[in-house]
């Protein structure tokens, strides 16, 4: 009897990469942990800003009390990781270091007040957000840190955050999230924003993290409810689909009163863009700039101010310090060096000793 039914076509098993090599190491990658003991509300800000940096970011990322920031710097390398987000907390205040890997700078800032994803979702009627969100990055937008309608020098009174270093802060985040290429961007792949706004008054740094939908816009509100194939209406009371249409889909809910911005499309149709905030939420002040990751040179400090010559006489101690250590370094490695020649001499000379004939004894009777 013939076959019947097409040829079977293999399907092929192994996965292709979505992305080149190049493009992996160019994308930006960070670990966010939290060293010392901190809070468990500390604890769960760690969390959901590292949901908030996903995919690009260690969700499950275990740390010990025994791990030091060297130990992360080494393995950073091996991970194509280029930035560390590390949290700390003492009992005057909150602190986050952003550091670039491996070279620096690090920004610490102070962190005024926050507010975790599950308090943002509690006070929503109708909370956004699911899993899919977190398979892209999110889109970065900084406000107020680089602009010519910036704020000058020491607006809002007292010592304030200068250009300079708004400049340095907008580098380091822009450095932070995946770049955008507009040719090729792609709107759907865009689920979440996250942004990053100067406070002129309070000279503070404002994040919000928020859920991108769309929907078409320009629909009447019966089609519209039509078009949700997760959310279907209740058609049982209806005598035909056109007294639901024409009646205006039943009651309007408070997020359809709502249509949002509408932008446009490369293929001419128009859609509709609304933000619902995820949480977490921070509000962020530049307490100091280090040249190196968490060491280094002082470049910026809110509340310490040294003259060029007490700032010699730090960059000589660094230079020392530096020196001191990569001098140990070389001890170290020149004594594990020798301690591993000597382990392999006497490994070597104990196999001698037994490929070595065993002694021979002449039997002597007793008389």
């Known amino acids: 009897m013939p076959r019947q039914g097409r040829r079977r076509k293999k399907t092929r098993t192994d996965k292709e990469a979505d992305v ?29 800003f590292r949901m908030v ?20 710097i080494a393995v950073a390398g091996h991970f194509n990781v280029s930035h560390l987000i590390m949290f700390t907390a003492t009992k005057a205040a909150t602190y986050m270091k952003l550091a670039r890997l491996p070279q620096g700078p690090t920004l610490t800032f102070r962190v005024d007040s ?12 109708r909370p956004k957000g699911s899993a899919r969100d ?27 955050t200068k250009m300079a270093e708004r400049k340095l802060i907008a580098e380091m985040l822009r450095g932070a999230f995946p770049a955008i290429d507009v040719p090729t961007f792609n ?80 293929s001419g149709n128009r859609i509709a863009v609304r933000l619902a905030e995820a949480g ?46 990569e001098r140990n370094a070389k001890l170290e490695a020149k004594a594990k060096a020798a301690k591993s020649k000597k382990r392999k001499r006497n490994s070597k000379e104990n196999e001698e000793d037994d490929d070595e004939p065993p002694a021979q004894y002449d039997d002597f009777d007793n008389d």
């Open 20 to 48: 080149g090599e190049r493009e992996k190491k160019l994308t930006p990658r960070c670990f966010v942990i939290k060293r010392g003991d901190v809070g468990d509300r500390i604890k769960d800000l760690v969390q959901d």
């Open 53 to 72: 940096m996903m995919p690009n970011s260690a969700k499950a990322l275990k740390e010990s009390k025994t791990n030091r920031v060297e130990d992360f």
């Open 114 to 125: 926050f507010t975790l994803a599950r308090e943002v979702k509690a006070s929503q009627k």
């Open 134 to 160: 977190f398979s892209t990055a999110p889109l970065q937008v900084l406000n107020g840190l680089g602009g010519p309608k910036d704020a000058p020098d020491g607006a809002g009174g007292g010592k304030t």
């Open 187 to 266: 709107q759907a792949e865009c689920r979440r924003a996250a942004l990053f706004h100067y406070d002129r008054e309070s000279d503070a740094l404002l994040f919000r993290h928020f859920v991108v939908s769309r929907k078409q816009a320009g629909l009447e509100r019966g089609v519209s409810k039509l078009t949700k194939f997760n959310r279907l209406p209740n058609l049982g009371k209806k005598g035909d689909i056109a007294d639901f249409v024409l009646g205006g889909g039943g009651a309007a809910s408070e997020s359809e009163l709502d249509e949002g911005e509408e932008v446009p499309t490369t």
């Open 280 to 325: 977490p939420r921070m509000k962020l002040l530049l307490i100091k700039a280090e040249e190196g990751v968490c060491t280094g040179g002082v470049m910026y400090h809110r509340f310490l101010t040294k003259t060029p010559s007490q700032q010699q006489v730090l960059q000589e101690r660094a230079r020392q310090r530096q020196k001191l250590k």
